[in-house]
């Protein structure tokens, strides 16, 4: 039912930063977690950060210091600011929710490519 769309990506040089948004629409919906992953070629997908509705954060130990996930609930946004950003964060990231009664919801991806 719902929608996420991600917005924000781009090709950068290490040492840049960057900020992802990520907007959830399509009725009424009460999101519990909201979060960001990545997924590189060849390998998994792994989450990146998570925010709770209260603002609770948890984050990979990868980015810690780096990366900040927040979220504006009026605007049903989230976001990640990415800053001192290195080659190995070049991945596909994509918005995730969970919403009440419904599961599971992912955006379609936005690519986050660093060069060295």
């Known amino acids: 039912q719902v929608q996420l769309v991600e917005s924000g990506g781009g090709l950068v040089q290490a040492g840049d930063s960057l900020k992802l948004s990520c907007t959830v629409s399509?009725?009424?919906?009460?999101?519990?977690?909201m979060a960001w992953f990545r997924q590189a070629p060849g390998k998994q997908r792994d989450l990146v950060a998570e925010?709770?509705?209260?603002?609770?954060?948890n984050y990979a130990d990868s980015v810690k210091g780096r990366f900040t996930i927040s979220r504006d609930n009026a605007k049903n946004t989230v976001y990640l600011q990415m800053n001192s950003l290195k080659p190995d964060d070049t991945a596909v990231y994509y918005c995730y929710a969970l919403v009440r009664d419904q599961g599971d919801s992912w955006g379609q991806g936005t690519q986050v490519t660093v060069s060295s």
């Open positions: 925010i709770s509705s209260r603002g609770r954060t």
């Open positions: 399509g009725g009424t919906f009460s999101t519990t977690v």
